[in-house]
C-alpha cells in the first residue's frame, strides 16, 4: 500500500468522509459503536415521536413516511456523533506533531487568515499568526522557555505595525497558563470581536511589509495534515 499522503482537494465528498472515518477509526476504534448507537436510539426515538403524534393512523403510507422520518432522524444523529469524534481523533493525531497548532487553526471559519510561521528558532518552535475579529493572535508552539522571547519580540514587532488594533498572544501546551491543542480554535474564537471585516484587510495591508522581511519556511506535509484539511470543508462537528 502506498504511504502517499491523500489531497482531499482531489478526493469526492463520499471518498473523502470515507478517508476521515478510516483515519478516526485508527485513533477511536469506539468510534463505530457510537455511530450505530446514535442511529438506533435517536432513530427508535424518532419512530416513537412519529407515532405518537399519528396514534391512530396505520395505513401503509403512514409507516413509510415513519420509516423515513426515522432514518433520516437516526441518519442526522449519525454524522453529528461521527463529525464530533472525527474531530477529537484529528486532534489527537495532531497532538505532539510539528506543526499541529497550524494545522489545528485550519478548522477557523471564514473571516479568519492564518499565516503559518511568522516566527520560528533552530530548535523548531513556531509562533503563526491568525488575523480575524479579536485583531492579531500569535500563537506560539514548542518549548515554553524558548517561546518566551520569541513571542515576546513577534509581539514588539506586531504591536509597531498593528497601531491601535489589539495583539494577542496565545501559547498551546497542557501545562498552567497554556491553551490545549483540541480548544485552541475555540480559545481563539471566545477573544472577542475588537475589529471589523472592512478593518481586517486594512491590517493585513500593515503586516505586508512585516512579512516581507521574513523569510518563509515551508512546514512538513503528510497523512495527519491532509486529515486535518479534509476535516475542515465536511466536518466541522460544531
Same mark, same amino acid.
Given at each position: 500500500? *502506498?504511504?502517499?499522503?491523500?489531497?482531499?482537494?482531489?478526493? *469526492?465528498?463520499?471518498?473523502?468522509?470515507?478517508?476521515?472515518? &478510516?483515519?478516526?477509526?485508527?485513533?477511536?476504534?469506539?468510534?463505530?459503536?457510537?455511530?450505530?448507537? *446514535?442511529?438506533?436510539?435517536?432513530?427508535?426515538?424518532?419512530?416513537?415521536?412519529?407515532?405518537?403524534?399519528?396514534?391512530?393512523?396505520?395505513?401503509?403510507? *403512514?409507516?413509510?413516511?415513519?420509516?423515513?422520518?426515522?432514518?433520516?432522524?437516526?441518519?442526522?444523529?449519525?454524522?453529528?456523533?461521527?463529525?464530533?469524534?472525527?474531530? @477529537?481523533?484529528?486532534?489527537?493525531?495532531?497532538?505532539?506533531?510539528?506543526?499541529?497548532?497550524?494545522?489545528?487553526?485550519?478548522?477557523?471559519?471564514?473571516?479568519?487568515?492564518?499565516?503559518?510561521?511568522?516566527?520560528?528558532?533552530?530548535?523548531?518552535?513556531?509562533?503563526?499568526?491568525?488575523?480575524?475579529?479579536?485583531?492579531?493572535?500569535?500563537?506560539?508552539?514548542?518549548?515554553?522557555?524558548?517561546? &518566551?522571547?520569541?513571542?515576546?519580540?513577534?509581539?514588539? &514587532?506586531?504591536?509597531?505595525?498593528?497601531?491601535?488594533?489589539?495583539?494577542?498572544?496565545?501559547?498551546?501546551?497542557?501545562?498552567?497558563? /497554556?491553551?490545549?491543542?483540541? @480548544?485552541?480554535?475555540?480559545?481563539?474564537? &471566545?477573544?472577542?470581536?475588537?475589529? @471589523?471585516?472592512?478593518?481586517?484587510?486594512?491590517?493585513?495591508?500593515?503586516?505586508?511589509?512585516?512579512?516581507? /522581511?521574513?523569510? @518563509?519556511?515551508?512546514?512538513?506535509?503528510?497523512?495527519?495534515?491532509?486529515?486535518?484539511?479534509?476535516?475542515?470543508?465536511?466536518?466541522?462537528?460544531?
Amino acid at each position: 500500500m *502506498s504511504n502517499t499522503p491523500l489531497d482531499p482537494s482531489t478526493m *469526492s465528498r463520499r471518498r473523502q468522509i470515507l478517508e476521515t472515518y &478510516k483515519m478516526s477509526r485508527e485513533v477511536d476504534p469506539a468510534i463505530r459503536w457510537w455511530m450505530l448507537g *446514535s442511529f438506533l436510539v435517536f432513530g427508535g426515538l424518532g419512530l416513537a415521536l412519529f407515532r405518537l403524534v399519528l396514534p391512530h393512523n396505520d395505513s401503509v403510507f *403512514s409507516w413509510i413516511l415513519a420509516g423515513v422520518a426515522t432514518f433520516l432522524i437516526g441518519l442526522l444523529a449519525v454524522m453529528i456523533v461521527f463529525g464530533r469524534r472525527a474531530q @477529537k481523533a484529528a486532534f489527537a493525531r495532531l497532538d505532539g506533531q510539528l506543526g499541529a497548532a497550524a494545522r489545528a487553526l485550519t478548522m477557523l471559519r471564514r473571516g479568519w487568515v492564518i499565516e503559518e510561521v511568522v516566527g520560528f528558532t533552530k530548535q523548531q518552535d513556531m509562533v503563526h499568526r491568525v488575523v480575524g475579529p479579536p485583531g492579531i493572535v500569535l500563537v506560539g508552539e514548542g518549548n515554553p522557555a524558548r517561546l &518566551k522571547a520569541l513571542m515576546a519580540s513577534e509581539h514588539k &514587532k506586531h504591536e509597531r505595525v498593528a497601531g491601535d488594533y489589539p495583539v494577542h498572544d496565545v501559547l498551546v501546551g497542557k501545562d498552567e497558563g /497554556q491553551v490545549p491543542l483540541n @480548544k485552541l480554535v475555540r480559545h481563539v474564537q &471566545k477573544l472577542g470581536r475588537q475589529v @471589523k471585516p472592512a478593518e481586517i484587510t486594512e491590517l493585513r495591508q500593515r503586516l505586508r511589509a512585516l512579512d516581507a /522581511q521574513r523569510p @518563509k519556511v515551508p512546514l512538513p506535509r503528510g497523512p495527519v495534515p491532509t486529515s486535518m484539511k479534509g476535516m475542515r470543508g465536511n466536518l466541522r462537528g460544531r
